[in-house]
């Protein structure tokens, strides 16, 4: 069964930083993308970033690009979310989600049906 396992919110002062992890686990899959979402309060979800293993390729939505860095990490089915400069509207419950396949990081990567799996999600509080 896969499971994808975020870590890492919590809350931080405007300006500071936080580093998201995306575990996967009972994943065996060689080519896959890992997209991020986030919900504010109150708010639709919203595509933040995506990074793809099979290209390489990222994409960024325009409100953290310049802040936010997906990456891959040493741990084997791992990806990593690094926010920094971080501000209030920031605040939202932060998901990780999976595509499995030929997948290519472009701007329909918000699509939030693309994507096979879901985590649960972690918190991010920002405080002005």
């Known amino acids: 069964e896969v499971q994808l396992v975020e870590s890492g919110g919590g809350l931080v002062q405007a300006g500071g930083s936080l580093r998201l992890s995306c575990a996967a686990s009972g994943f065996t899959f060689r080519d896959y993308a890992i997209a991020w979402f986030r919900q504010p309060p109150g708010k639709e979800r919203e595509g933040v970033s995506c990074?793809?293993?099979?290209?390489?390729?990222?994409y960024y939505a325009d409100s953290v690009k310049g802040r936010f860095t997906s990456s891959s990490g040493n741990a084997p089915n791992t990806m990593y979310l690094q926010m920094n400069s971080l501000k209030p509207e920031d605040t939202a419950v932060y998901f990780c989600?999976?595509?499995?396949?030929?997948?290519?990081?472009?701007?329909?990567?918000?699509?939030?049906?693309?994507?096979?799996?879901w985590g649960q999600g972690t918190q991010v509080t920002v405080s002005s």
């Open positions: 990074i793809s293993r099979y290209d390489g390729s990222t």
């Open positions: 989600a999976a595509a499995i396949g030929l997948f290519v990081c472009d701007s329909d990567y918000g699509d939030s049906r693309t994507y096979d799996y």
